[in-house]
């Protein structure tokens, strides 16, 4: 194979390697872009393969330095709050910010990744390598091995960035080369996508909300897509009662959507069929360390894959590729430094998400749908109010705005705590005002 020997090597052409494309390229550097699947432009969709995602801050911060922004939003649908659909009885909209007026945005994943791919491919000294899935790879040479239709195929780089997801081989040849420690944490749940068709010609529930069907130990939710179809994924139990491998038959199926899920219904008239033939992804952390060896380094899900209960994974891949940026800035080039900065930097933000990501698990399935929570988010966006600035909830902070995500939570205790001390006085106030009328009270 020709390779030009100042050629970075970025494996996997998804959201995070395309967009990582496009930045170094700006950088004046050339980069071969190679990916395992054939070019997703000519048309061919995996079924039931997370179809949309919710876009935030931190994604849109990236695609605005590159341009992408506006093609981008075009087609998004924004979503301000969520529609918690209980059992029984009206749905309740919830807003996601004090004003009711922040949105995180719905978009189609494959458009997203294919205006990125587009968009490095435009630029000078992007060369895009499809079928090209990296087997093989010499961390201290960057010798990679390809396996494509025409057979195995070999190349060099000087650096390779593996931005190829969540089960990463990059991440896998580190491994093997013993030059990486990882650990890979499985949820016992599994994610299964439906579709909600358009009804009448028009969307069949608000396309302004994420929906949420909390049912406890597992939820549904659905997100608006630009053909004014929903795509529902389901987040359940692998195994057990009520659990994908419980729920197999026509029958049964029709039985538990229609006991948990009854709004579902009458939406859905493919339920069973799209129950029965689209998989079940696998839901999980992926936790590794170093993240760069030799002249290889990770990032993205490949790096540090999270569970999707924060709608933050491609969002916070987005926001590596700007810091790895930021980082060749500031070492003026020089991977070798650049790159342990990069990670340096970026390793306890990658933590913070996750351990939000899975918390938020809890919040969706389950607290949402309690009245306690709904009164303390209420109390929260009063806050907000009452102190612009000073209070800014955990929510808004993640996906509102580019607040480091180690931040986010260091400042959310100290927000709490402050809360905690100010309720403890007004307690303690309230303690000794009852003090003094029972005091009263008995002289009398
Ligand atoms: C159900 C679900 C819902 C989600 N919802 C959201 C959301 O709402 N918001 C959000 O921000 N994130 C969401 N995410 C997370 C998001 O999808 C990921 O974080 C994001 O796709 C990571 O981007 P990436 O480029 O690192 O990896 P990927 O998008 O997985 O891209 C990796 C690329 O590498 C290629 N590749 C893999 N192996 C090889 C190989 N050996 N050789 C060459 N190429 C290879 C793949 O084909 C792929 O193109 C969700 C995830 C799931 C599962």
């Not at 020089?334 to 990670?343: G, H, K």
Request: charged fraction near 20%; charge should be neutral.
């Amino acid at each position: 194979m020709n390779t030009e020997p100042d050629e970075i090597a970025v494996v996997g052409a998804g959201l995070a390697g395309c967009l990582l494309a496009c930045f170094l390229a700006r950088r004046g550097h050339r980069v071969a872009l190679y990916e395992r699947r054939p070019d997703p432009r000519t048309g061919r969709v995996e079924r039931g393969r997370s179809i949309n995602l919710a876009l935030s801050e931190r994604g849109l911060d990236a695609l605005r330095r590159i341009g992408l922004d506006g093609q981008v939003m075009a087609d998004a649908l924004p979503m301000r709050g969520r529609m918690i659909h209980p059992v029984a009885g009206e749905p309740q909209f919830q807003p996601y910010s004090a004003a009711g007026d922040r949105a995180i945005n719905s978009i189609s994943r494959g458009a997203l990744n294919n205006a990125l791919l587009s968009a490095a491919d435009a630029l000078p000294g992007v060369r895009t390598a499809f079928d090209h899935r990296l087997v093989g790879l010499d961390p201290a040479t960057g010798e990679m091995t390809f396996e494509t239709p025409q057979g195995k195929v070999t190349a060099a780089a000087p650096v390779v960035l593996g931005a190829d997801g969540a089960g990463s081989a990059v991440r896998g040849q580190l491994l093997a080369y013993g030059v990486l420690g990882e650990s890979l944490d499985f949820l016992d749940y599994g994610y299964k996508e439906l579709t909600i068709p358009p009804l009448g010609g028009d969307f069949a529930l608000d396309p302004a909300a994420l929906h949420i069907w909390p049912r406890g130990t597992s939820m549904m939710i659905a997100l608006p897509n630009p053909d004014r179809s929903f795509t529902c994924t389901l987040f359940w139990p692998t195994h057990g009662t009520a659990s994908f491998a419980s729920l197999t038959s026509p029958a049964a199926i029709e039985r538990h959507f229609a006991t948990h899920y009854p709004d579902l219904v009458p939406l859905a008239p493919n339920l069973v069929d799209d129950y029965q033939h689209n998989p079940v992804g696998v839901l999980g952390t992926v936790r590794c360390a170093p993240w760069q060896a030799h002249r290889v380094c990770l990032l993205g899900d490949a790096a540090h894959a999270i569970v999707p209960f924060y709608g933050q994974g491609a969002n916070c891949a987005f926001e590596d590729v700007v810091e790895l940026d930021r980082c060749l800035d500031e070492r003026g080039e020089d991977w070798a430094a650049a790159l342990p900065l990069f990670q340096a930097r970026r390793q306890a933000n990658a933590e913070a998400i996750a351990r939000m990501a899975l918390a938020n698990f809890v919040e969706m399935r389950d607290k949402v749908a309690s009245p306690v929570f709904q009164a303390r988010r209420r109390v929260e966006h009063a806050l907000e109010r009452a102190l612009p600035g000073r209070y800014v909830s955990q929510y808004e902070l993640v996906s509102f705005s580019t607040t480091p995500y180690s931040d986010v939570r260091r400042r959310v205790r100290r927000q709490h705590r402050a809360l905690g001390t100010v309720a403890a006085g007004a307690a303690a106030l309230l303690a000794g005002a009852v003090g003094a009328a029972v005091t009263r009270g008995r002289r009398r």
